[in-house]
């Protein structure tokens, strides 16, 4: 059966309905990453969305299942939550953050402070353990450096404001290995694939 790129688009995971119950652990995940990185010389809105799509997407990919469940695009800066901005602005005006704008080098940070704890019921030990993962990897690293990094190809198969599915996790930016080709190659004539057709 030959499916069309319709199709094959139509049965991609952009968000996960059942874990958003109204963007509430979307919520409280911002209120966590922004408390851990409280002591964090660079931290900002660019840090804050970088590491929400990489703690979902590292999530997607190592046990199938997201952390919030969120629609991300690709956004200039790299990907970002879909809603983000409404989600931030009406934590801002229920005084659950507050975002701050700091001089950092010459340049201004967004950083996001919380004004309350987060509630971790909504998450798993293993969802808060990957978030964890990624902000130690994130930590030392600016906005700048965390947008760059985010534009690998994940984000360059996308257009500007394209919706990137779950699955795009499973693509990877390292190089291809002997090891893999001879896997390939091992695969192929395994299962009679023919690379000429």
Not at 115 to 143: M, S
Not at 158 to 165: C, F, G, K, S, V
Request: with cysteine.
């Amino acid at each position: 059966m030959v499916m069309d790129a319709q199709t094959i688009r139509d049965k991609l995971t952009y968000e996960v309905p059942s874990l958003r119950d109204g963007d509430q652990r979307l919520r409280e995940l911002i209120v966590y990453v922004a408390g851990k990185f409280m002591t964090c010389e660079f931290f900002g809105v660019v840090k804050l969305n970088k590491t929400l799509f990489h703690s979902d997407m590292l999530s997607f990919r190592r046990y199938g299942e997201a952390i919030t469940g969120s629609k991300y695009k690709k956004d200039e800066r790299g990907p970002v939550p879909v809603r983000i901005l409404p989600v931030q602005k009406q934590m801002e005006a229920q005084n659950e953050i507050r975002v701050i704008h700091e001089d950092k080098y010459g340049l201004t940070q967004r950083r996001v402070v919380p004004l309350r704890k987060p509630n971790l019921t909504l998450f798993t030990g293993r969802d808060i353990a990957i978030v964890d993962e990624v902000i130690e990897r994130l930590w030392h690293k600016t906005g700048s450096q965390v947008s760059e990094e985010s534009h690998g190809v994940q984000w360059n198969t996308r257009a500007l404001e394209d919706l990137i599915p779950y699955e795009a996790s499973y693509l990877s930016d390292e190089p291809v290995t002997p090891a893999d080709l001879e896997r390939t190659a091992a695969l192929s004539k395994k299962y009679g694939w023919d690379a000429a057709a």
